[in-house]
């Protein structure tokens, strides 16, 4: 495909558990940024990609929330411990070079009950 | 740090009617500005970005925006609307500070569109 996919598209999780969202950047993208968009909190960033540099973590909530990157390529971001606040839509986004436009996937719907 | 205000959270207009998207921002440094649009249940979607030059930004889908660094803003204007153009609508900022293009985004703005 064209553009940036993610999957599941929805996901329904029990507080607790843990999660696995992935992200699909548009192939030749050397940076991935995964946003987080609540009722509470809007629209934030949670976690920056560039090559093959130590990710930029600044915007993560909690210790309980990490993302992985393998291969400059596919991104997987974990959530352990699922707790009810973390109900959202996480957006993954992919960029070709510096001052670029991102381009953003359609979000994955997490719901904690 | 940098923030956004989107003054309105819902503009109702009718269509053919022209629009105007409030934007202000906060930043000690210099910023780049964007505006962003969303549909229902799908990602985001680039309007239009101001990085540098003419302060006069023209988008997608006859969107413009003027940037007004006096004033901190970053306004969204349409001079005749769509009922398609019913969205929600952010504007975001980032700095590119060694940290690449991490955005700040407002709290969005519904636009909505009436026959």
């Known amino acids: 495909g064209a553009g940036v996919s993610q999957s599941p598209s929805n996901k329904v999780t029990e507080k607790g558990k843990d999660v696995e969202l992935r992200c699909d950047p548009i192939?030749?993208?050397?940076?991935l940024y995964w946003y987080r968009q609540s009722l509470g909190q809007g629209l934030e960033f949670l976690i920056y990609?560039?090559?093959?540099?130590?990710?930029?973590k600044s915007g993560l909530p909690s210790d309980r929330f990490s993302a992985e990157r393998t291969g400059g390529s596919v991104s997987t971001l974990t959530i352990q411990r699922t707790q009810q606040e973390d109900s959202a839509v996480y957006l993954c986004?992919?960029?070709?070079?510096?001052?670029?436009?991102?381009?953003f996937g359609p979000g994955t719907r997490l719901l904690v009950l | 740090a940098q923030s956004v205000t989107q003054l309105d959270s819902q503009v109702p207009v009718f269509e053919e009617a022209p629009v105007e998207l409030r934007c202000n921002y906060s930043?000690?440094?210099?910023?780049?500005l964007f505006w962003y649009v969303q549909y229902p249940n799908q990602g985001l979607q680039l309007l239009l970005k101001?990085?540098?030059?003419?302060?006069l930004v023209k988008g997608i889908n006859g969107f413009e925006a003027e940037f007004n660094k006096s004033q901190t803003s970053f306004h969204l204007r349409k001079p005749s609307v769509h009922i398609s153009d019913t969205a929600e609508y952010f504007c975001?900022?980032?700095?590119?500070?060694?940290?690449?293009?991490?955005?700040?985004f407002g709290t969005g703005t519904q636009l909505k569109v009436e026959l």
């Open positions: 986004a992919s960029e070709r070079g510096s001052q670029e436009t991102q381009y």
């Open positions: 192939s030749g993208h050397t940076a």
């Open positions: 990609f560039q090559g093959n540099s130590a990710p930029d």
């Open positions: 930043s000690s440094v210099s910023v780049y």
């Open positions: 101001y990085l540098s030059g003419s302060t």
């Open positions: 975001a900022v980032s700095t590119f500070t060694g940290g690449g293009n991490k955005l700040t």
